[in-house]
């Protein structure tokens, strides 16, 4: 990525995107979180988008409404977190109130809080610590209890960041039983970034 950083938080329109422009927009912003512990950032290199209620890989599909779905029905840049596998993904809300879509943070390249974000991997390879969207949450603090703000004020924000010189896309990661929406063109990265998850499985389509 190029270019001067400009760290000034997103306005809300930002967040007005088509889904699909606003998940290769996010790429190279910067995306920052605030704890008791100290502040923790990392510029977004990788994202998929999840388009609900027609999206087989979506929690929304078919306008699926759950108490764990329903900020996905609410304003563009909300923060929609949820847990797999014990660990919490972060999601940025898109479409619109009442259109539940939503956009997933794959992966961040470290900037700030270095120290902090090692300590919480325990590990010292840089490049493995945010390279995975569990991976990410637990280096930067992002919890259940962001579930609901807006990204347009701390603790949890994205700011603007940098330019990618180039953008890569390909199917998503994990949604083998989502029929044809398996195949779907919805992740992008961005090309050369060492930091992207499963870098050895990707297939560069930029």
Known sequence: ???????????????????????KSLLGCLLVKETAAGTAS??????EAYIGPLDRA??????????????????????YTYVMHTHTLVNVVSG??????????RAVEPYSGLKLMQERRGIADIRKWTDGPGK????????????GR????????????KQPEHISSGPRIGIDNAG????????????????ISRRKKLINKG
Do not use: C
Not at 42 to 47: A, K, P, Y
Not at 98 to 104: D, F, G, Q, R, V
Not at 136 to 144: D, N, P, V
């Open 150 to 161: 807006s990204f347009t004020s701390p603790p949890l924000y994205l700011a603007a960041g």
């Open 42 to 47: 990392g510029f977004i290199v990788e994202t």
């Open 136 to 147: 990410l949450t637990k280096a930067l603090g992002i919890t259940m209890e962001d579930y």
């Open 180 to 195: 044809e929406a398996k195949d779907y063109s919805w992740r992008f990265w961005v090309t050369g970034s060492p930091f």
């Open 96 to 105: 619109g109130i009442e259109n539940p879509e939503a956009i997933l943070i």
């Open 58 to 79: 979506a929690h929304s599909f078919g306008n699926r409404r759950t108490k764990r779905t329903e900020v996905m029905f609410g304003k563009s840049g909300l923060i």
């Open 1 to 23: 990525m190029t270019g001067k950083t400009n760290h000034s938080i997103l306005p809300v329109d930002f967040y007005e995107q088509p889904t699909l422009e606003l998940a």
